[in-house]
């Protein structure tokens, strides 16, 4: 059953409508947000307890239910309520302390969507002499893995269901054999791909809020999960369901516009956004979309129409020809807004080797050109024999539109990665991992800070044996990290390979930072060890 005009037109209006608000909400951010500042400063002493600690990123950040989590030198947790203004995060201690050390563990959101992570250490009267790890979780590797992959079918579904859509507007010829039911097959295969991406962009929303509230997969069902996920994104999914229930279930110009209503908010919530030029990226990156979805729902289309027209395979190869004129065109713009976008989103080439985003970029755009090569084949090798190539061509298209769903794979775990850009400019330019050894008895110890510099910063730390191998350990290394009178306190790692430890520190300003590291070799055995790093 087909929508009448009447609900069409109203449907594409509520979209319309839709997307206005998500263009409104869309103001670009500066960058992905950074702890730029605190009050009181990271190890200071206090005469009384301070009644709100104030914590200042370089951007506006969303809250995470039970993000900031205040506890004493114990690890009991001390009552407090989180408020935020402008660019700070106001944390209001209600329960008082007498005297000892206080970590105020934060996770927020910086307006990219990721999650950003830390810890302020400060003490009242006397220094605790030790102080237990923060309280804020992290995000299993495995959640991570999770959205990752459940940004493939979103992505793909929603790239096959817009495509088709177009290619039975503008690219399936009217002498098809009606018969043969082919366009009845190409609307089912849009619609079960609009089902697919649909079901998948609202699992991702859940998983989205268990990601960015570090609070695992037991808190799938906490409603108040659920508030993590910026409501722009939520408005995205919303537009994106309801315009391509719009595109699948109607048909001409009304479905082709659906459909490019279903790719508008896909653009406004990613990257580009938050990035600067966001209005030139949110439009290259809707080219970029538009590009995709013709390229992959057509392919597509073109296997349905090659396999259902065994009879009439002039008509089957007229299709072909007219989809080649078009995909000529797409193949320009995908490369054209690629390169714009890369070079925003990347920043340097030193940004394709360096970093995470940077390494998929690179294997995206080798699949993206491994699929040019099975097209310029299909378009100048296969197409002109005719007939007698149907068979191959067929094979041959099908593997193109393989290679492509590769890529759309690639791209969910991409948008998960900071991009190398998002660091922001006054940062970046000194933004260099540090590295530092130390002798750990019969072991050796090697410290990395990345990006190297005040904020937020990975550390690492490696152990290996006398010969250079990784050493297996019985616990994760204990690290403190302390600076010239200011004690950050003991950081939590988690292992990430055989001998390798990573966890997170916030540093609050420049200078000499020493790095003690502490092993467990037996039962009564764990030498430690200092590595002294300088941030500029």
Do not use: C
Request: charged share 15%; proline share 6%; hydrophobic share 50%.
């Amino acid at each position: 059953m087909h929508l009448t005009t009447r609900t069409a037109r109203a449907a594409l209006v509520l979209v319309a409508l839709l997307v206005s608000v998500l263009l409104a909400s869309a103001a670009p951010a500066a960058a992905h947000a950074e702890l730029v500042d605190t009050d009181p400063a990271q190890g200071a002493v206090l005469e009384r307890m301070p009644d709100v600690v104030t914590l200042t990123f370089s951007e506006t950040v969303l809250q995470v239910p039970g993000g900031v989590v205040v506890t004493d030198a114990a690890g009991n947790e001390l009552a407090s309520s989180v408020e935020t203004s402008g660019d700070d995060l106001l944390v209001r201690i209600e329960d008082r302390l007498e005297a000892g050390t206080v970590v105020v563990a934060f996770r927020v959101v910086s307006d990219d969507g990721h999650p950003v992570a830390g810890h302020l250490v400060f003490s009242v009267g006397t220094p605790s002499p030790k102080t237990a790890p923060p309280a804020t979780g992290s995000s299993p590797r495995s959640l991570t893995m999770a959205l990752s992959l459940s940004r493939w079918p979103a992505y793909a579904g929603l790239l096959v269901a817009v495509g088709l859509v177009w290619f039975l507007a503008l690219v399936v010829p009217p002498e098809i054999d009606a018969g043969a039911g082919v366009r009845e097959r190409l609307r089912t295969a849009a619609r079960s791909a609009a089902v697919v991406s649909v079901f998948a962009w609202l699992t991702g929303l859940l998983l989205d809020g268990a990601y960015l509230s570090g609070r695992g997969f037991g808190s799938l069902g906490d409603s108040t999960t659920f508030e993590a996920v910026p409501r722009r994104e939520v408005v995205a999914a919303l537009v994106l369901t309801l315009a391509l229930v719009a595109a699948v279930r109607t048909r001409g110009v009304v479905a082709a516009l659906a459909g490019l209503a279903a790719l508008v908010p896909v653009a406004l919530v990613g990257h580009s956004v938050a990035m600067p030029h966001a209005q030139l990226n949110v439009v290259v990156d809707g080219f970029h979309l538009v590009a995709a979805a013709t390229w992959l729902g057509g392919l597509v289309g073109l296997v349905t129409v090659l396999r259902g027209t065994s009879s009439r395979s002039d008509v089957a190869l007229l299709a072909v020809a007219r989809f080649s004129v078009a995909a000529a065109t797409v193949l320009v713009a995908l490369v054209a807004a690629g390169t714009v976008l890369a070079w925003q989103l990347v920043g340097s080439w030193g940004g394709l080797v360096d970093a995470a985003y940077g390494r998929l970029l690179l294997a995206k755009i080798v699949l993206v050109a491994l699929a040019v090569g099975v097209a310029a084949y299909n378009r100048y090798g296969l197409l002109p024999r005719g007939p007698a190539a149907r068979s191959l061509l067929t094979r041959a298209v099908g593997a193109e539109a393989a290679v492509l769903v590769v890529v759309v794979l690639v791209t969910g775990f991409l948008v998960q990665e900071v991009p190398p850009a998002g660091v922001s400019a006054s940062t970046a330019a000194r933004a260099e991992p540090l590295t530092g050894r130390a002798d750990l008895g019969g072991l050796q110890a090697t410290v990395t800070l990345d990006p190297g510099r005040t904020g937020t910063n990975t550390v690492t730390v490696e152990v290996d044996n006398s010969s250079g191998v990784p050493a297996e350990l019985f616990t994760p290394p204990e690290l403190r990290v302390l600076g010239e009178g200011a004690d950050v306190g003991d950081i939590p790692t988690d292992p990430t390979a055989l001998g390798v430890y990573q966890g997170t520190v916030v540093l609050p300003s420049a200078g000499r930072w020493r790095f003690q590291v502490s092993v467990r070799v037996d039962e009564d055995t764990i030498p430690t060890a200092t590595v002294e790093l300088v941030v500029p």
